[in-house]
């Protein structure tokens, strides 16, 4: 008999195999599904659906960049052990280079059905948790850190500099890497102050407020004691301001500055992307 795409479908929907396997298993059944559903079974093909409902809280970033285009990506898995095999590294590898070779925006068919073939291998839930993509211009360079051999925190940064003939120093580029490392470090909630929500700078301010009214100050004191403090909540949550991760006496700005003057042209940290496994995304 023929075998229809809405037949691929059903038994695709009932074992979570992948499309291919199912046209073949049923094709070998001669359309009966219950014969096809066990010969997915037998093949392991069925093991994803078994699977898909096991939580996945442990995984691996991964990163992965092309011409201007830098992405940053979590695979989720349900252990720690599985984050670390090398099966499931390879997918993670190849599943971030095909998202920015075929330009996705959301995990497609293909994609699922990699990842389904890998847990029909490994045995174990997975899922492509997110991804997100970091542009540079051509006047600047990216460096990217993954942390550790467990690869639970990973980070990609663009640094430009106004001569891209800087770019190609190696003082350079050992601050690029530095300042991914630093962001995985200290996993910073913005670039600058200039980048921070202003609602969220009001109601930071509103708060100090609060808290130095308390003191009872005159109101010209407590203006100060409100600038201290937000001056002070910057350096905490905003990348150009935190104490540079090499030498945290100084802010990653002054280091730039410093690198800057040393190049002879002005260096500039455009933009970052910093994941963690699990993270609220």
């Given at each position: 008999?023929?075998?229809?795409?809405?037949?691929?479908?059903?038994?695709?929907?009932k074992?979570?195999?992948?499309?291919?396997?199912?046209?073949?298993?049923?094709?070998?059944?001669?359309?009966?599904?219950?014969?096809?559903?066990?010969?997915?079974?037998?093949?392991?093909?069925?093991?994803?659906a078994?699977?898909?409902?096991?939580?996945?809280?442990?995984?691996?970033?991964?990163?992965?960049?092309?011409?201007?285009?830098?992405?940053?990506?979590?695979?989720?898995?349900?252990?720690?052990?599985?984050?670390?095999?090398e099966?499931?590294?390879?997918?993670?590898?190849?599943?971030?280079?095909?998202?920015?070779?075929?330009?996705?925006?959301e995990?497609?068919?293909?994609?699922?059905?990699?990842?389904?073939?890998?847990?029909?291998?490994?045995?174990?839930?997975?899922?492509?948790?997110?991804?997100?993509?970091?542009?540079?211009?051509?006047?600047?360079?990216?460096a990217?850190?993954?942390?550790?051999?467990?690869?639970?925190?990973?980070?990609?940064?663009?640094?430009?500099?106004?001569?891209?003939?800087?770019?190609?120093?190696?003082?350079?580029?050992?601050?690029?890497?530095?300042?991914?490392?630093?962001?995985?470090?200290?996993?910073?909630?913005?670039?600058?102050?200039?980048?921070?929500?202003?609602?969220?700078?009001?109601?930071?301010?509103?708060?100090?407020?609060?808290?130095a009214?308390?003191?009872?100050?005159?109101?010209?004191?407590?203006?100060?004691?409100?600038?201290?403090?937000l001056?002070?909540?910057?350096?905490?949550?905003?990348?150009?301001?935190?104490?540079?991760?090499?030498?945290?006496?100084?802010?990653?700005?002054?280091?730039?500055?410093?690198?800057?003057?040393?190049?002879?042209?002005?260096?500039?940290?455009?933009?970052?992307?910093?994941?963690?496994?699990?993270?609220?995304?």
């Amino acid at each position: 008999m023929a075998i229809t795409a809405a037949d691929v479908k059903k038994l695709r929907d009932k074992t979570g195999a992948g499309m291919m396997d199912c046209k073949n298993a049923l094709t070998e059944a001669e359309g009966d599904f219950a014969k096809a559903e066990r010969i997915l079974k037998e093949l392991g093909k069925a093991a994803a659906a078994k699977r898909s409902g096991r939580a996945t809280n442990e995984g691996r970033i991964f990163t992965h960049t092309s011409g201007n285009t830098g992405l940053v990506m979590e695979l989720a898995c349900e252990t720690d052990f599985v984050a670390r095999n090398e099966t499931f590294v390879a997918l993670g590898e190849t599943l971030a280079r095909e998202i920015l070779e075929r330009n996705l925006t959301e995990a497609d068919e293909t994609l699922e059905n990699r990842i389904k073939e890998a847990i029909s291998t490994i045995k174990e839930n997975m899922s492509l948790r997110r991804f997100s993509r970091i542009e540079k211009k051509d006047n600047e360079i990216f460096a990217s850190y993954i942390h550790g051999d467990s690869g639970r925190l990973g980070c990609i940064v663009a640094l430009g500099a106004e001569d891209p003939a800087a770019l190609e120093r190696q003082d350079v580029k050992d601050f690029a890497f530095d300042c991914a490392l630093h962001a995985v470090a200290f996993r910073p909630s913005y670039l600058s102050e200039e980048s921070v929500d202003p609602a969220y700078l009001t109601e930071q301010k509103e708060i100090f407020m609060t808290q130095a009214r308390n003191m009872d100050k005159p109101e010209k004191v407590l203006q100060g004691i409100v600038q201290g403090k937000l001056k002070k909540h910057m350096a905490e949550i905003c990348f150009l301001d935190q104490g540079f991760v090499k030498d945290e006496k100084k802010s990653v700005a002054a280091v730039a500055q410093e690198l800057s003057k040393a190049a002879g042209t002005a260096l500039s940290l455009s933009g970052y992307v910093v994941y963690a496994v699990g993270e609220e995304a």
